[in-house]
């Protein structure tokens, strides 16, 4: 089930985006501040952020380019052309002007879940000298083969989509599960153990590492 969170400080307005999108089958977290926002993101991986700019603390504005990897679109009453523009050029995935039509809105979300998920369905992913290419699904290490179990390619295809992200375990069994159901939380570290193991001795070095007490990274 797709991800949500929804950074709002007006508890009316998240109220009713959460009802909607619950409705549409989505999970929804939520933040009412830039500062919050932060928090969430360090502990969890949304496949979408919906982002007001008009927070308390850290605002909407410096937020955004802070959140990394994940497709953010900006729900804001400002409606001048040239803050669409900017905020696009920062980074944003799309801007929602409110008030706004519940369907509209809704379109938009799917267009960037289907962008998402076309993007990771076909394009090779590389980090270093390590490429992984989603639809052979193959992993090489300058262009020499890595052979890897169904559980390792989909860690390593997780952890390189999401290259600066600390992936938490239980981030990591969730999105695992729906890949492949052999892992559970106490072969975790002994799978991860191995793909590193792998990694290492295909490529000279480490290509991840453990982030303590929180999960793991690619290394950089």
């Given at each position: 089930?797709?991800?949500?969170?929804?950074?709002d400080?007006?508890?009316s307005?998240?109220?009713?985006?959460?009802?909607?999108?619950?409705?549409?089958?989505?999970?929804?977290?939520?933040?009412y501040?830039?500062?919050?926002?932060?928090?969430?993101?360090?502990?969890?991986f949304?496949?979408?952020?919906?982002?007001?700019?008009?927070?308390?603390?850290l605002?909407?504005?410096?937020?955004?380019?802070?959140?990394?990897?994940i497709?953010?679109?900006?729900?804001?009453?400002?409606?001048?052309?040239a803050d669409?523009?900017?905020?696009?050029?920062?980074?944003?995935?799309?801007?929602?002007?409110?008030?706004?039509?519940?369907?509209?809105?809704?379109?938009?979300?799917?267009?960037?879940?289907?962008?998402?998920?076309?993007?990771?369905?076909?394009?090779?992913l590389?980090?270093?000298?390590?490429?992984?290419?989603t639809?052979?699904?193959?992993?090489?290490?300058?262009g020499?083969?890595?052979?890897l179990?169904?559980?390792?390619?989909?860690?390593?295809?997780?952890?390189?989509?999401?290259?600066?992200q600390?992936?938490?375990k239980?981030?990591?069994?969730?999105?695992?599960?729906?890949?492949?159901?052999?892992c559970?939380?106490?072969?975790?570290?002994?799978?991860?153990?191995?793909?590193?193991?792998?990694?290492?001795?295909?490529?000279?070095?480490?290509?991840?590492?453990?982030?303590w007490?929180?999960?793991?990274k690619?290394?950089?």
């Amino acid at each position: 089930m797709k991800n949500i969170l929804v950074i709002d400080d007006d508890i009316s307005i998240g109220n009713m985006l959460e009802e909607l999108l619950i409705k549409e089958g989505y999970q929804v977290s939520r933040a009412y501040s830039g500062t919050e926002a932060l928090y969430v993101l360090s502990d969890s991986f949304p496949d979408l952020v919906l982002l007001d700019l008009m927070l308390p603390g850290l605002d909407g504005e410096e937020l955004l380019p802070r959140i990394k990897d994940i497709p953010v679109i900006v729900v804001s009453a400002k409606a001048d052309v040239a803050d669409k523009v900017e905020l696009l050029l920062q980074g944003a995935a799309d801007y929602v002007t409110k008030p706004f039509d519940t369907s509209e809105l809704l379109a938009r979300i799917a267009v960037q879940m289907r962008n998402a998920h076309t993007q990771s369905a076909s394009s090779p992913l590389t980090f270093k000298d390590l490429r992984l290419d989603t639809l052979s699904h193959s992993v090489a290490i300058r262009g020499q083969g890595v052979r890897l179990t169904r559980t390792e390619y989909a860690i390593l295809k997780l952890l390189m989509q999401n290259p600066s992200q600390v992936i938490t375990k239980t981030l990591l069994l969730e999105r695992l599960s729906e890949d492949t159901p052999d892992c559970m939380e106490s072969s975790l570290r002994v799978h991860i153990s191995n793909l590193r193991k792998k990694l290492r001795e295909a490529g000279g070095g480490d290509y991840i590492e453990a982030v303590w007490g929180i999960g793991f990274k690619m290394k950089e």
